[in-house]
Structures are given as structure tokens and as C-alpha cells.
């Protein structure tokens, strides 16, 4: 189910937005829609999200349906379980994904096997927003992406958007879903004031009401020669990269959009028209993302790739403080256009 | 320029009885710990926001990445550290430089580690939130109410090892509302280890105020649940802190277990650098709330401190903090060939 576009109709209304403000749209659409939608977190009301992810829904919705927690995160995560249990549509965040292990019973042993262990009589219709990724020196506590590990426990869908049409998108997807989604938002593709400008945070959003279906990966450059498998804000890397090499090397992005459900058949279909695939993951090597995706294509048919695979991810090393060193191990620019040459060049 | 000393020099508490006026020099000492760990936040804030433009990015800068500072919160620190020394452990937050300070951690490398050098505490690869130093037993966190636990060990070590050492755990009190907080405080009553719990309430969780947050009115309250004694301090006042802690380190050395402290301080600048604090209602107010200035009247008063004293200790502060962000800067960038080292012995 490969889209090319966010499926927008050529006369809907679109204005220039950040990831962040496109994000919020939507969940003020579905508040509005839906009177059982409400968003909880720590500093969600007046802070407005430390990344921006609630910017003036308290103004709008009063702090009855937006509303600041304790630092209690097993103890708000799973009130929305239960809340979402008894028909409610909680909207739950946790600050930074780094923060899962204070928290992670509720959400691998309950939010994501309610479902499964009522024999399907139980819904959790619930999404867990949370922050990932770092580039920004805020530590090895602070940084990581930790995809890999929510899309590994079974029973939860895993969205990670990278840039604001999408980012709405499945937002609102996320909230009709009738499963417990992630959804993992990049800092650095929120649009921050506060944080180096990505250029491509801030884009056209369609004004109306629209949906991208979860498990749908987008190809967002069409290419020949080889295919960069991502997400998040490795799709912005890989797109100066392709951009860059163009003339020299025909490369094709595709963006993911979501690791549960993973949308293999575009993985597939890319590999089997340029043979050539590198993976680009901010979050750690072993047993994640990368792993899966060269996976979907070996035990598919291994003489699809005319090459060996190129991965380019965190070196299994917690992400460092310092500057130079965290660059070091981030999955930038100069590390994916060696990856891309040397995957060509054989 | 001196080179380092290991740590402030605080002398030993007279043992008064609660109430007794403090010799002279232990108060000088605590007024010396608060100026230090204020002169070094200046510093240090100096130097974050120096290169951070245009604009504010995060990122960018001798300092990158998020910065909580605890100005405001140095009679805490003071008067609790001074009743330890650097055989005792102390697991600080988010917010350690105060604590860090107060406890003697070697300020070049703790400022080259903050600058992210090579010669720093963690060879640049933690952090401000990550400071660890073998050497005074210091440690902090990023994850709210997650330095509670390491505590216990350290306490449960040092009186397996047949030693009166004892740790130290400090959080705010919005880390009171997490689980780690409740499960070590009935652990460590059960086990009578040696510890003393010391919640900072600066009112404010990043933006959630403390009644927005907290079932109870005060944290020492939720002492008295696990059965340990438990005081609140209202006034930022070191003096207090001092008494208050002498009483629960005597109690932990003594093998009768943890007590908590809970001081009402004060945030006296955002949460991190950077915020804005639109949320805060009691921000007007703040700076007359400042506890440096205050005890440095009383203590003029109580001719403990003239303007020579005072120069004195704020110029030998402004020299050993400029010899550290001096050091941290001559201390060489890691290499990022060594990226990946130290993730395991
Ligand atoms: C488990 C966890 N949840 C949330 C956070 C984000 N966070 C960092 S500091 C903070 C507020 C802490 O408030 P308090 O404990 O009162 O300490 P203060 O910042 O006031 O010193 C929060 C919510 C975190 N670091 N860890």
C-alpha cells in the first residue's frame, strides 16, 4: 500500500506548517469531532508540550480535556488504558521515549496485550505520543529513538512521521485507530524555534480532514540506482543526500511512515527496481529496524540485491554528550552519501 | 592560580544542641559553599548562552544541549554537605551543580565534562545531568526519582563493609510523585540502611506547580507513612538545613536508618535556560526571594562577614571558577574516531 503523496485533492485549500503545529491540528480536529478524545501528559497545558506537540489546545479545550500530570508516567499511561478500556480516546504523552523504562509495564504488558489476551474482547484505543532522537547534546538519557524496541513488543502500532502533512495525518489516523498506537515524533523535525532549522519542518498541510492509513510507506524521491530505506529525520538527511548526488547517482527515498504495521511490499518493490539498498536508522543496529528491513528482502529473495546491504545506524553505543562524538555515531548526511557511494560503486 | 582544592572548605559542624547559635566559621563555610556554587552558575550560564545565536538553538555553543541550573537552591546543598564527607555518596538530579559543588567534586573536570572535553568527569560522553565521580562518590540523573535507588546500594555497601558511611539521594519534589521515590523510601526503612532522602521542593515541576501536582501538602508527610522521620523546612534558610541534616546523617551513621529532609527552596531561574517561564505566577516575587543575599545581611549582622570578607570569598570563588572553565576549554574535544568506546569494562 504505497502512496506517493500525502493524499491531499488538488483543490484542497494548504497552508505552510511545522511538523509540530500540523500535529496539533489534528488532535484539536479530533477533540473538536470527538468529545471522548482528551490529551495528558507532563507539561501539556500551559507549556504547550516541551516540543510543542499541545501548542494552545489548553486555550481551546480547557484543562479538562487537556491536562497536566504528576511525574507519575505508570500511573497516567495507565490511566489511559483504562480510560480507553471504558470507550474513551485518550491521547497519553510521554515526554521523551528515553523515559520508557520508568513506565514500560503498563505499556508492553497492558496497553499492548489487552487486546490479544481478552481474545480480542477488550479494546485500547489509545495513542502514546513520545519524543525520540537526538543531534542536539542532550545525552545518553535524553537522545535515543528506542523505535526498534516499542515495534519489537507485539500488540502496538508503531508511527514515526517525518514532516508536518504526514505528521497530521497520521495523527489522525492514529486517534480513529482502534488499537493502541506510538506515536514517535522526532525533535528535529518538529519545526522548534529553539532547535537548528530543518528546512523541510515547515511544509504544505492540507486544511481539510484526511487520513494517511497506518502501514503505508511513502516514496518521496523517485530513483534508478538505489534505494534508502527510512524514517523520520533520516528522510530529511537521505533527501539532501539524493539531492546532492543527483546527476551522478538516481537515488530513491522511501519513507516508512510506520514500523507497525511495516509496509514490506514497498520495500520490496523499491529493492527490486534499483537492487541497491541502504537502510538509514537513528536508532541503535542490533536487533532493530535495519535488521527487519534487510530481513523483509532476504526472506523474500535474496537475488533482489545486487549488492550487499549498506546500514547506516547508531553503533549499538548509548549516544554521547559531546559534540564531535555524537555526531560521530548519528546517522548524518556525510555517513549515508559514503554508504550510498559505496553500495554503487561495486 | 590554584590548581584544585578537593573541596570547599567547610569546617565540621560544632554539634550545638537545635537552636544553638553556629561557630562562626560554620557559617562563614556555608556562605563560602553558596557563593561558589552561585559564582559558578553565573559562570557557566555565561558561557551557554554566549554562542547560542542567532536566535537560541539548543544545539549550538561551547555548552550544547539542555541546562538546568539551581540558583536559588545552594542552601540545600550547603547545609546538608557540610555535614559529609567525600567518603559519603551523594546522587544528585537533573539539577546537580550545587550539590556537586557542595560536595567537593573537582570543579575543572566537572566544567570540561559540562563542556563536553575530553578531560571532563565522563571524558565529555555524559554531560551536565551525567556527572559521575568515584573520587567524592557523586552521581546524578536525568530520569526523574531514578538516583533514589542507586542510593540504597551505595548505603547497603558501605554498612555491609562495616563502615559509618552513608548516602545521600536527592530529588525534587515533583520526582516525589514517581514510584522510585515510594519504593525506596519502605525499602530502605525496612532495611535500616543508611540514608538520607532530600526532596527540593522549588514549587515547580518544569511548569506544574506543586499543589497542581501533590496529593499532600508536604513531602516529610509521606516519610511519616514508611515509618521514618521525616521534617519539612519552609524557610530557605541553610542555617535550618544545617540542623536538620546534622540530626539525620548523626541517625543514618548511628545504624537507625534514613530519615527524608524536605526544604521549600527556590527556582530562581527557568527550569532549564531557555524557558520563558510564561506559566509562572510567582515569578515578580522571586528575586526578593533569594537566599544568598539574605544570609549574607544576617550574617554581616551577626559580624560574621565585612566587605573585606565578603570580597575576599566572591574573588576567591570568581578564581577558582574561572580556572575551571579555563581548564575545560584548554581540555581537548574527543576524538570521534573514539565514538564508541567505553560501552563496556
Ligand atoms: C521519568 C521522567 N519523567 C519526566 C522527566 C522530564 N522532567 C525533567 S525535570 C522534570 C521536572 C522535575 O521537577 P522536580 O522533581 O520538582 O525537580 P526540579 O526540576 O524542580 O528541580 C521533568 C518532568 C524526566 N526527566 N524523567
Redesign the pocket.
Known amino acids: 500500500m504505497t502512496t506517493t503523496h500525502a493524499p491531499a485533492s488538488p483543490a484542497t485549500h494548504s497552508r505552510r506548517l511545522t511538523t509540530s503545529k500540523a500535529m496539533v491540528e489534528a488532535i484539536a480536529f479530533e477533540m473538536e469531532r470527538d468529545p471522548s478524545v482528551f490529551y495528558l501528559g507532563?507539561?501539556v497545558g500551559s507549556y504547550g508540550g516541551?516540543f510543542g506537540s499541545t501548542g494552545g489546545l489548553l486555550d481551546r479545550f480547557g484543562p479538562d480535556r487537556v491536562i497536566d500530570t504528576p511525574?507519575s508516567?505508570s500511573a497516567f499511561i495507565g490511566l489511559g488504558i483504562g480510560a480507553a478500556v471504558e470507550g474513551m480516546r485518550p491521547v497519553v504523552e510521554?515526554?521523551?521515549a528515553?523515559?520508557m523504562?520508568?513506565?514500560l509495564d503498563q505499556i508492553y504488558n497492558h496497553m499492548a496485550k489487552i487486546h490479544f489476551e481478552s481474545g480480542g474482547n477488550v479494546r485500547v484505543p489509545m495513542v502514546l505520543t513520545t519524543a525520540a532522537g537526538g543531534g542536539y547534546s542532550d545525552g545518553a538519557?535524553?537522545s535515543q529513538c528506542l523505535w526498534g524496541t516499542f515495534a519489537h513488543l507485539p500488540g502496538m502500532k508503531v508511527v514515526v512521521p517525518s514532516g508536518p502533512a504526514d505528521a497530521k495525518g497520521l495523527m489522525t489516523a492514529a486517534i480513529r485507530d482502534d488499537n493502541p498506537v506510538v506515536y514517535m515524533f522526532h525533535k528535529g523535525v518538529m519545526g522548534l524555534p529553539w532547535m537548528a532549522k530543518n528546512p523541510r519542518a515547515t511544509d504544505e498541510v492540507p486544511a481539510d480532514d484526511y487520513e494517511i492509513p497506518i502501514g503505508s510507506a511513502s516514496v518521496v524521491r523517485e530513483g534508478t540506482d538505489v534505494s534508502v530505506v527510512t524514517i523520520s529525520l533520516s528522510v530529511h538527511h537521505a533527501l539532501d543526500v539524493a539531492e546532492e548526488l543527483a546527476g551522478e547517482i538516481d537515488v530513491e527515498v522511501l519513507d516508512l511512515r510506520s514500523l507497525v504495521p511495516l509496509d514490506r511490499e514497498a520495500i520490496l518493490s523499491s529493492v527490486a527496481k534499483t537492487r541497491r539498498l541502504v537502510v538509514v536508522d537513528e536508532d541503535y543496529r542490533s536487533f532493530g529496524m535495519s535488521g527487519e528491513v534487510v530481513a523483509t528482502i532476504t526472506d523474500h529473495d535474496p537475488g533482489l540485491l545486487s549488492r550487499p546491504v549498506e546500514r547506516v545506524a547508531v553503533p549499538d553505543v548509548p549516544i554521547p554528550y559531546a559534540h564531535d562524538l555524537e555526531y560521530a555515531v548519528l546517522p548524518r548526511q556525510d555517513r549515508i552519501e559514503a554508504a550510498v557511494r559505496r553500495v554503487v560503486a561495486g | 592560580m590554584t590548581t584544585r582544592a578537593a573541596r570547599p572548605s567547610i569546617p565540621q559542624p560544632s554539634g550545638g544542641a537545635a537552636g544553638d547559635a553556629l561557630d562562626p566559621a560554620v557559617r562563614r563555610g556555608l556562605y563560602e559553599t553558596m557563593v561558589l556554587s552561585r559564582t559558578y552558575e553565573e559562570a557557566i550560564l555565561r558561557e551557554y548562552h554566549a554562542d547560542k545565536g542567532p536566535g537560541f538553538d539548543i544545539g549550538k555553543g561551547l555548552i550544547p544541549g539542555e541546562m538546568?541550573l539551581?540558583a536559588g537552591?545552594e542552601p540545600v546543598a550547603a547545609g546538608i554537605c557540610a555535614h559529609l564527607t567525600t567518603d559519603d555518596a551523594v546522587t544528585a538530579?537533573?539539577?546537580p551543580h550545587h550539590f556537586a559543588v557542595a560536595h567537593g567534586v573537582d570543579l575543572r573536570r566537572m566544567t570540561a565534562e559540562i563542556f563536553g572535553r575530553e578531560g571532563g568527569l565522563g571524558r565529555g560522553r555524559g554531560g551536565h545531568m551525567h556527572l559521575f565521580d568515584p573520587a567524592t562518590h557523586f552521581s546524578c540523573s536525568?530520569?526523574?526519582?531514578?538516583g533514589y535507588p542507586p542510593a540504597l546500594g551505595q548505603a547497603f555497601a558501605f554498612h555491609r563493609q562495616g563502615t559509618d558511611r552513608i548516602a545521600v539521594a536527592v530529588?525534587?519534589?515533583?520526582?516525589?510523585n514517581?514510584g522510585a521515590f515510594h519504593e525506596s523510601l519502605n525499602l530502605a526503612a525496612r532495611w535500616r540502611l543508611p540514608v538520607v532522602f532530600v526532596v527540593?521542593?522549588?514549587?515547580?515541576?518544569?511548569s506544574?506547580a506543586?499543589t497542581a501536582s501533590t496529593a499532600v501538602d508536604s513531602n516529610a508527610d509521606r516519610a511519616v507513612a514508611y515509618g521514618i522521620p521525616g521534617e519539612r523546612i519552609e524557610g530557605n534558610e541553610v542555617e535550618a538545613v544545617h540542623d536538620a541534616a546534622r540530626r539525620a546523617v548523626a541517625r543514618a551513621r548511628a545504624g537507625e536508618g534514613p530519615s527524608l529532609i524536605e526544604v521549600h527552596t527556590l527556582?530562581l531561574w527557568g527550569?532549564f535556560e531557555g524557558d520563558a517561564q510564561g506559566y509562572r505566577f510567582d515569578l515578580e516575587e522571586a528575586p526578593s526571594h533569594d537566599p544568598l543575599p539574605r544570609y549574607e545581611a544576617r550574617l554581616r549582622e551577626a559580624g560574621v562577614l565585612d566587605d573585606t570578607a565578603v570580597e575576599q570569598i566572591r574573588s576567591a570563588a570568581s578564581e577558582r571558577v574561572e580556572d575551571a572553565i579555563a581548564f575545560a576549554m584548554s581540555s581537548p574535544v574527543p576524538d570521534p574516531a573514539s565514538a564508541t568506546s567505553y560501552v563496556f569494562a
Do not use: K, P, Y
Open positions: 507532563e507539561d516541551i511525574i508516567e510521554l515526554m521523551f528515553d523515559f523504562g520508568v513506565c538519557q535524553h | 538546568h539551581s537552591q538530579t537533573h539539577r536525568g530520569i526523574i526519582a531514578e530529588t525534587g519534589e515533583g520526582a516525589a514517581q527540593e521542593d522549588n514549587d515547580w515541576g518544569i506544574v506543586r527556582r527550569h
